[in-house]
């Protein structure tokens, strides 16, 4: 469909130029991030380089014949090298984005790790605490009564505020995991994908990163060389008078042809044959 539009190419132009105009962003602001202390220097510099890279593809394209052996070799040399420095802009980027929506993720659940540890330990002390009464009390003779109360009431202000402490830290912890709920809305795809393969969410991410990674920045690079590919191929067919349509051919239909004047003298060689042998056959 698409290939047999006149405009194909303007639209391959339009895709190359969409792709590497985001690759280049993304890239750019990435590499800024990662240099805070000199942003605007940096966002020149790989501007400038990002441009460099489209036209030194087109041009490597066009005259690979014409040039000679170093020019080709350090040119391509220089579009992989700065097809891998684009990357690296958008991982970073990328990355910085991924670390920004779960900072507080992290942060509240490395809290509620820290409190259902604490709460462990305080199980620990009241059970240590009701055991340590029992063995004191089994040590007692049965008619030591008053010395048993004493014990109890000597134990319990502790186990009573151990008992305060546990549910003040159930209730943290309940309101934590609620807090998680609502802040893990943001990562809650990558934290499916983490669960379904039984992976962490770092991981997860990671993969995704480097799988747009690989896609991004090349396709901008070979959308650019085959914008030059159909603009060649235009620049033939217009030179040869192939793929004009007339005004008529809307949909690419074609006009009843004219017979050629080949053709038509043919066919007046003819009539006068037969026009000849019918005068001679009168004779």
Known sequence: M??????????VGLSALLIAFSAAFFSVFGLSKLFAGASLSVIIMAGSLEFGKLVAASFLYRYWDKINFFQKFYMSLATVILIAITSAGIFGFLSNAY????????????????KQEKLTQLQEDKFYLKTELEQAISELPENY??????LREDYQPQISEINQKLLNLKSEIGNLKTALVETGVDVGPAIYLARTFNTDIDTVVKFFIFILIFVFDPM?????????????????????GVGKKKWWEVYGEKKEEEPLEEELLQEEDEKLKLEKGAFSRKN
């Open 220 to 240: 901008a690079v070979m959308f650019v060389i085959s914008y030059n590919v159909t603009l060649q191929d235009r620049d033939e067919n217009v030179k040869h």
């Open 99 to 114: 670390q920004g929506a779960t900072v507080e993720f992290e942060k509240q659940s490395t809290n509620l790790l820290f």
């Open 145 to 150: 009564r008053t010395a048993k109360r004493k």
């Open 2 to 11: 698409f290939e047999q539009n006149k405009n194909f190419s303007n639209l």
